[in-house]
């Protein structure tokens, strides 16, 4: 265990200790006072629309053992009541937050696998952090938990793990490079560049930029990238000799690669050299980029030289972070595919393959894709093209962009097969009406949408 002490804090904060005492440990953080557990370390944090640092006093009611506020008063009386606590005062909770994690990470010797991408990240994560965890104990992020606070957080949950698998998120220039600078990855993983954020960022090229920036400080172990991408593809051969690159990939000739591949509606099948040992590899989760984050799996696990079965073993029993590609089967015969947390081009066209993949009566429940900026239109146009291509039996479109998606699945599709809401609270009336047994229901979308609300009232009412 490497907990750190009050004087640690002080240190890399230039805090103020107002009470307290700086041999004592902090070994767990929190900066939610309704989770907060006995003996947590309570870090204050000021948002747009709300400011942490004024709950501290609860925060202390509730168990914490410590807490860093930033412009507070505090009055001697209630010091006085709280000797027996550490009240700490710093000029930034949030820098604070990023020295303590900062420091907390330099303290482990230990291979850090950072990941990032436009889509896919967060079931890059979870695959790969069940390969490693088939020999090492291992530390992931849990759920979305990829900025500028969930990435320190998770570093802080550091105890006595062999190795951490952090997702890292972002919209804008220098987003990557203030995680990356926490974080100190020795491995460094890029699944895609596509077009999420390409309103806040200008171009894919700028995307690529962005994602880069995981690469900055010391040199790395490994870095792996999917060389079916094409600006991936052509980073690889501009670079080659520049890192230690390991490639996976379908299309392009890659370090690791899958062949015959048999997709299936829940799951899929691919051989796959690992270990330079052929194997038939199975996915249990329908969709053909589901395989591209097992080569990912693979890789990993070959550069951390773990053995071949547990690689396998990682790939076939991982599970989903919930929201993406859940897959719910009611009672009523229904199917719902819930991938309703985050939606772009790239995510849109994965959804709906799989969902054509499906025999059944296919509807796809689809929302706007947000921060697209002035390529809102034409991306929207795109995914309509999508449907299309994907013959899918009917479309139900909702928000503000979404009426484009509609608009070109209306030139080649029956007509009475697609629907456009402006309101979303009229979806679960419409499916209640429309839906039939067997029918296969995606809901894809930005997460600002809503859909997973949606999705729950739909469970609620269709598992009565």
Known sequence: MKDLSIKNILEVTKGKLLVGNEENICKSYSKDTRTIKDGDCYIG????????????EKALEN???????????????????????NII?????????????????????????AITGSVGKTSTKDIVANVVAKKYKTLKTEGNNNNNIGLPFTILRMQDEEVAVLEMGMNHFGEISLLASIANPTICIITNIGTSHIGNLG??????KAKLEILEGSKKQ???????????????????????????????KSNVMAKEIKLEENNSTFTCKINDEEEKIKVPVGGEHFILNALCGITVGEVLEIEKDKIKAGIESFELTKKRMDIIELKNGIKIINDAYNASLESMKASLKVLSEYKERKIAVLGDMFELGEFSEELHKKVGEEVVKNKIDILIACGENATYIADVAKEKMNKENIYYLENKEEIEPLLEKIAKKDDVIL?????????YKIVERLVESWEK
């Open 89 to 113: 005062k710093v000029e930034n909770t949030l820098e604070a937050l990023y020295n303590i994690a900062r420091y907390k990470r330099n303290l482990y010797n230990i291979p850090v696998i």
């Open 443 to 451: 809901f894809k979308a930005s997460n600002g949408m809503g859909f």
């Open 63 to 85: 168990g914490a053992s410590t807490v860093i506020v930033q412009n507070v008063e505090i009055e001697n009386e209630k010091l006085k009541k709280w000797t027996d606590k």
């Open 222 to 252: 490994a870095v792996i990238i999917n060389n079916d991408n094409d600006l991936l593809h052509k980073w690889y051969e501009e670079n080659k000799e520049n890192y230690n690159i390991k490639t996976y990939g379908i299309k392009e």
């Open 203 to 208: 171009s894919r090229e700028n995307i690529l």
């Open 45 to 56: 944090i000021k948002g747009e629309n709300f400011d942490g640092n004024i709950f501290w």
